[in-house]
């Protein structure tokens, strides 16, 4: 590493900026190239590894595997600042998204689990007993596993001290800023940090759009290489603190590693899991409220949600 400029032992901090050249591989093809390229840096030292991701995050590059540098010098200069891209959300047409799946009698969710028993515990025949002629009414009855359909994970469904369905704040679940993250067009299921590097997460329904849950209802759900998060994904998430993680995949881990990392990763860092989505392709990548909140039960740490995007048209 090569440091320019007047050094007087005092790092005056957000006066440096680093000079290098890059190699970026995408994990859906191609690659690119930069040469004496600038950045604003922190401090008068980087490591290659914190360069490439701040390299990754400036310029939103999206589906990244893999980022190189080379021939690195540090210049002491004034920063040059990094321009907004957000768009501030402006009131106006709303349109409503549902991303759960319908849940129906005997459906499988994931493989080993029961599906569903939707029955009536009061049918309308039986009900006419108790009303006045022309009035009735049904009460169902539906027996089943909580993880069915599209559910959330609390911190309870990992860990016996951790917050259950009914000590969940709910302001983690609904009226949440939302960020989706595309990994579309890869063949490896393996969802590695680089990926969500771009990515402001901090405080947002962060969901993972893989595009798997076109296998639903089929044998390849549950039995192909379906998408996942890495542990590095996950503690990169973690140590980030979105308000919650949703992925429309069959599982947010590996299913082939009994660690479960990112169930472990992320739940401990006290953040909800929902699993399963659907739609996601419907969504903007931001400037949409998301909204999932399962119902209030003691001791349970999972349960289906009705998730659902509200984004202004106008």
Known sequence: MIVTGKDDGVDDGGQWRAEFDAEVTFANGGSLRVEAFRLDVPAASVEDQELGELFIRRLGLLMVESVRIQRKRLLREPHKGTPGTGTPGRAGRRRTVDLSHVIRDGMTTYPGLPGPEISEHISRPASRAHYAPGTEFTIGKIT???NTGTYLDSPFHRYPDGPDLAGLDLTRLTDLEGTVIRVLGTHNPAIDREMLL?????GRAV??????DQ??????????????????AAQ???DNKPALVGIDSLNID??????????????????????????????????FRFHAAP???????TFPVRAYAIINTD
């Open 215 to 232: 296998h639903w209802a089929t044998d390849h759900y549950a039995g192909g290489h379906h998408p996942y998060l890495t542990t590095r």
């Open 198 to 202: 771009p990515h402001d997460v901090t």
């Open 144 to 146: 089943m596993v909580s």
């Open 236 to 238: 990169w998430l973690a």
């Open 254 to 287: 590996n299913t082939r590693d009994g660690t479960r990392p990112a169930h472990t990763l992320l739940l401990a860092a006290g953040i909800p899991v929902i699993e399963h989505l659907r739609g996601l392709e419907q969504l903007p990548p931001h400037n």
């Open 295 to 301: 119902p209030a039960i003691h001791n349970m740490g």
């Open 207 to 212: 969901l993972i759009h893989t595009g798997w």
